[in-house]
């Protein structure tokens, strides 16, 4: 029984601890991912759409919430000048239904 509350508890604060709540830091030495946005949707690892609202952030699905302070972010990311020395690269949709993964084999670094 003990055992079955902590699984029940692990299950149920990974799905809070799943919302896209972003922040952007100065520094690379304090991302968590390094970002690249692209020119062309063609071009993306991953098409995000910044939703207006924290609670409209998705799970790991491309709609993305930047949050004022870091404590709050799920991920920090630090936007890079170059592709090449990105881990991801982005290009940011005008619609909600157009958020998702191009490269599902990323997507093990948003998590």
Do not use: C, P
Request: net charge positive.
């Amino acid at each position: 029984m003990k055992n079955f509350f902590f699984l029940l508890l692990a299950v149920s604060g990974a799905s809070f601890s799943m919302a896209q709540k972003m922040y952007t830091v100065k520094y690379e030495s304090q991302a968590n991912v390094k970002v690249f946005v692209v020119k062309y949707e063609s071009q993306a690892d991953l098409k995000v759409y910044k939703v207006k609202y924290d609670s409209q952030a998705g799970s790991n699905d491309g709609k993305w919430f930047f949050v004022d302070y870091e404590s709050q972010a799920k991920k920090k990311l630090y936007f890079v000048d170059y592709e090449s020395q990105a881990d991801i690269k982005i290009f940011f949709v005008d619609y909600e239904s157009q958020a998702g993964w191009r490269n599902t084999t990323k997507k093990h670094l948003l998590y």
